[in-house]
């Protein structure tokens, strides 16, 4: 099935306590990006990477770090997580760049800094 | 900045009815995308209109663009329980770097049997 798959989907953390979001793609999708989702902001596009070794900042990349080492996997790093990084994270995916293309979203990350 | 911003933010039907939303943006687009996301899941694609298309159709989805306006509306016919969810306007603009797309925030649509 093609799917996007996030882990965790649920994390409970501490300040300064690094952590990784994991995010694959099983449908060989070029473009890769990240967002968080907000009550009343919507989604907010983090990072996005048009291929392996591609990435660039979206709106909001202060705190997060990411990697394309492979072409399935973006993972997102926060190295020292804070409590406005509390939030949904959601990874998506998409055949390549540009708008001509939906995204597939993953199923997100509920995200609790203390 | 939000690129799309969607109104109402919130509605409220009864199955059978139509359930109209609008998403205004401020700059030029290449095209504009219209997502569902239901509580608290990923988002799903829903359809795409190109900037040279002025109306859409896809199902009991109806979109249009008014790009002199810069707004744009999805209508959905004949609404079920099922539709209830949230729904997202996402562009790229014509400035923007390729893969950048902006989402507005959302209408709440709940449909009531």
């Known amino acids: 099935e093609a799917q996007v798959t996030q882990n965790p989907r649920y994390l409970i953390t501490v300040t300064g306590k690094k952590l990784t979001v994991t995010c694959s793609q099983n449908m060989n999708h070029e473009y890769m990006s990240w967002y968080r989702q907000d009550p009343g902001l919507g989604l907010r596009q983090i990072y996005y990477s048009m291929n392996v070794e591609v990435t660039d900042k979206g709106d909001v990349p202060e705190g997060y770090k990411v990697s394309r080492k492979e072409k399935r996997n973006f993972p997102l790093i926060l190295e020292s997580p804070s409590p406005n990084q509390t939030s949904l994270y959601f990874c998506a995916s998409s055949l390549v760049a540009g708008s001509y293309n939906e995204q597939f979203f993953g199923p997100g990350t509920r995200l609790t800094v203390l | 900045s939000q690129q799309g911003e969607e109104d109402p933010q919130a509605l409220s039907i009864q199955e059978g009815e139509n359930a109209t939303m609008n998403c205004s943006y401020k700059?030029?687009?290449?095209?504009l995308q219209w997502y569902r996301q239901n509580s608290g899941r990923g988002l799903v694609h829903l359809i795409l209109i190109r900037s040279n298309e002025r109306e859409k159709h896809s199902g009991r989805l109806r979109v249009t663009l008014d790009t002199s306006k810069k707004s744009s509306s999805l209508l959905i016919t004949a609404s079920r329980a099922a539709d209830t969810a949230s729904y997202f306007c996402?562009?790229?603009?014509?400035?923007?770097?390729?893969?950048?797309?902006?989402f507005g925030a959302g209408t709440q649509v709940v449909v009531t049997p």
């Open positions: 700059t030029s687009i290449n095209n």
């Open positions: 996402a562009t790229e603009g014509v400035t923007d770097s390729w893969g950048k797309l902006q």
